[in-house]
């Protein structure tokens, strides 16, 4: 009989291990984690459904890609299911990643490094608000950096859409299989990650726009609500589209 249990009840243990781990690379030098000193800087992008002018519709696709962000339902689940605490805040969330890969199965830990909710200035005057968070590497994780999930309304043209941008590197991988593997196929499977999340991510938004759905939050609401793993989260947003 398959196990019953939420993940994150059957990743206790990892959850613990990671929520006491260090980062795998220094924070204090990102300014040098450019392509010219041997880092991949990606940025990736996906328009969605427009808004009206103005503040974002508490119902509406800005806020609906916000939702689908804070649960974590976007990212490609034959490659990366998240997962973490359902009563640990966004801000404070650590989570373990199961990653796969044709048979094999890997175990990562990331850490919210910051989440963003502000209003920003474009280089043309006008004024878009944003929201979103990123994650970063611990140690054990084939990869070192951090990546940055955001959802961005022109409060001005009522155009949303949402960003990716990350900056990364190999890590350090001891079992020389697992190395060769990563060298050959990482960085596909870096691309596929992105451009599945984006595509995910576009058709839950679209989704619940068409079914309808009740935010739980307001704009400037509360302290975001956490989501258990992807699985819990998934019935989650199951519902909220009903």
Not at 138 to 159: A, M, P, S, Y
Not at 221 to 227: K, M, N, R
């Amino acid at each position: 009989m398959p196990e019953s249990r939420p993940l994150y009840e059957l990743q206790k243990a990892r959850l613990e291990s990671y929520a006491k781990a260090g980062y795998n690379f220094d924070l204090d030098r990102t300014d040098e984690y450019t392509a010219e000193n041997g880092w991949r800087v990606d940025d990736y992008e996906t328009e969605l459904p427009h808004e009206m002018p103005g503040p974002p519709d508490p119902h509406g696709a800005w806020a609906a890609a916000r939702e689908v962000l804070r649960r974590y339902t976007f990212p490609p689940p034959d490659l990366i299911t998240g997962i973490f605490l359902p009563d640990q805040p966004l801000e404070q969330r650590v989570m373990v990643l199961r990653g796969q890969f044709l048979f094999f199965t890997f175990w990562f830990g990331v850490r919210i490094g910051g989440v963003t909710d502000e209003v920003q200035t474009l280089p043309s005057g006008q004024q878009e608000q944003v929201w979103g968070y990123n994650y970063r590497t611990l140690e054990g994780h084939f990869e070192r950096g951090q990546i940055d999930f955001t959802v961005h309304k022109n409060l001005t043209t009522g155009r949303i859409r949402f960003h990716i941008h990350a900056f990364s590197q190999t890590g350090r991988i001891s079992n020389p299989f697992y190395w060769i593997g990563f060298r050959l196929f990482g960085r596909m499977l870096q691309r596929k990650f992105s451009t599945e999340s984006m595509k995910r991510l576009r058709a839950q938004v679209e989704e619940m726009l068409r079914k309808g759905w009740t935010s739980p939050t307001t704009t400037a609401g509360p302290p975001v609500q956490a989501a258990a793993g992807h699985e819990d989260a998934t019935e989650q947003l199951r519902k909220a589209t009903q």
